[in-house]
């Protein structure tokens, strides 16, 4: 009964592993239809948030179930605790990704990007990029030092979405609103993106010592 137990709680893990790469990929493929204007990538994009949702429902389900037959106490109630909010943060990444997605579908056969904006947005795809490569790497190792170094990437993206705002509020700003609404919009989903990140980082910290940290914001 205990093997059984602990293949359950492994498969819990492997969920999020496989929920933390697919988005991952998700918003590395609505990062390059943004830039691209590639409405194929971006419709698959959003077509493929159902199965993020759907890798959610089974945390939760088999979460649940695990509290319902086995009664988790010390490092085992952790993990099927913290397996909750990290689905939810991860679903929550897999949204924004979906968002971004849109926005490129809005704007085709444009490129939704002003081009001056191109170069912050790269790099904030690239930093969403990396930090969503961590969560799945951290989720496979429980390492508690790697989970810390979010901290940092999210500083990172703060930097990147001020440079972001301060391009459209400048006075060489010539787009008018729509390209500036669109812009804000990116802004914050790539922050919260990693916010997101950060949070689940911050439960896998939680699971490997016990302690708690305040959430990102």
Known sequence: MREEYRAELAEVTQTLVDMA??????????????????ATGAEEVVLGDAETDARYHQVEERVYDLL??????????????TALHIGADLERMGDLACHVAKIALR??????????????VGDMATTADRIAGK??????????ARAAELERDDDEMDELQKQLYGLMLGTAWRHGVEPAVDGALLGR?????????VNAGQAVLYFVTGEAAAPAV
């Open 21 to 38: 790469e697919g988005v991952r990929d998700a918003m590395r493929q609505a990062s390059a239809a943004l830039l691209e204007a590639d």
């Open 68 to 81: 319902a037959r086995q009664a988790p106490v010390a490092s085992d109630l952790r993990l099927v605790v």
């Open 107 to 120: 704007r085709v056969p444009e490129v939704a990007v002003p081009e001056e904006l191109r170069p912050v």
């Open 135 to 144: 969560i799945a790497d951290i989720l496979r190792t429980a390492d508690a």
């Open 189 to 197: 989903w790539y922050e919260r993106f990693a916010d997101h990140a």
